[in-house]
């Protein structure tokens, strides 16, 4: 599986919300899936705008999976590996790519977010700002992006 992201991601965030945290869980429950969730209950993901994400190679072991049988959100998996590669929320203009797939070095955490739904005991690492919601921050930067897909077309 081959996925390739083209320029500078929209933002690097790491999710705290009970969806992702129970996502991450029946990911990991594939027989032979890497670790998705961390151990603060966090997911890690680098969010790009969808006109800068391609499949290049694989395509066909793409598998998708749901909470919910309609819900407007699905992550996906190389089947091959069970790993995940990205959620998409398909109302989105963006696709949120998991961090761990990253090949070399990924980019900094830039914010944790939904605090709110950690573990009791989980303790946060203090490399960026914490927020129990989605900040403006990170609105902000969807909302620029969209606009930047916009011009771009």
Known sequence: MTLEV??????????YCDECQRAGHQLEALPGAPRVVGA????????????????VQGKDRL??????GEAFT??????????????EYEKGHWFTVYRQRWIGPPPPIQMRIQIQDKPADAVL??????????PLRFVARLLGSRIGMLLRR
């Open 125 to 134: 690492p203090q490399d960026a700002p914490a927020f129990r919601g989605f």
């Open 40 to 55: 603060d209950g966090g997911t890690e993901y680098v969010l790009y705008p969808k006109d800068r994400v391609a499949v």
């Open 6 to 15: 083209v320029g500078r991601p929209i933002l690097t965030s790491v999710c």
């Open 74 to 87: 699905k992550r996906v998996v190389a089947s091959c590996c069970q790993s995940p590669l990205y959620l």
């Open 63 to 68: 598998q998708d999976h749901r909470l919910e």
